[in-house]
């Protein structure tokens, strides 16, 4: 049985949860499970990151990309990629334009967004000029057709929901304006997403895990 570890406010995490529901593949689950430089955990995940699952033999694969990949070829049944070949490659450049040039760019403003902390000016600079870039890049590629990548449901529409949110929340308070902002789509295609039942268990379960970290 396959077990995914992480945790319920991972956006990695989170994105290959849904995966997962939307595959209808059995898996276990250790959300319990916090990212660390330990060498025990490094020994479970070589980044000290999550999410990363463990197979059947003791077999661990890390990369929330990755194990969706591996979850692709091994359970082909219900899958989240077109057949068609360039059709594949058009989904996965959106994931790495959502997930390189947006949420990775704009996590260089977590640590004062979300987690009390400050960040320079020279960096909020920085990040607003490469973000401009993925943004566009994103504004270029989305199709919202009513799907991210066109009328199938794709692996691209679980990363887009994971991972858009945060954009529009970091850059509203850091920058005091969505960057996002531009793409009217956004809000109705999240919300149109959010009512699938494997996003909205998931969404849910975020929920959860905010309003429990906020009581402590
Ligand atoms: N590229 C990784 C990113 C995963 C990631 O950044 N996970 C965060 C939690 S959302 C984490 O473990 N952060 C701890 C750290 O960076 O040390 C993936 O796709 O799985």
Redesign the pocket.
Known sequence: MLRLC??H?????N??RIALLEKGVAFEEDAACR?S?QDEFLARSP?????FVELDGGVRL????A?CEYLEEAYPQKPLYPRDPLARAKVRELIIVI?LHLELVA?RLYRQAFFGGSISDELKRSVEKDLAKGVRAFGQLAKFSPYIAGAELTLADCSAFVHLPLVTLSTRIIYGRDFLEGMPQVKPYLKMLGERPAFARVNEDRKSAQAALAKK
């Open positions: 992480g945790f406010l991972s956006n990695y995490h994105k290959v990212p430089q980044m000290g990151k999550v999410p890390a990369e929330s990309q194990i997930e996590r």
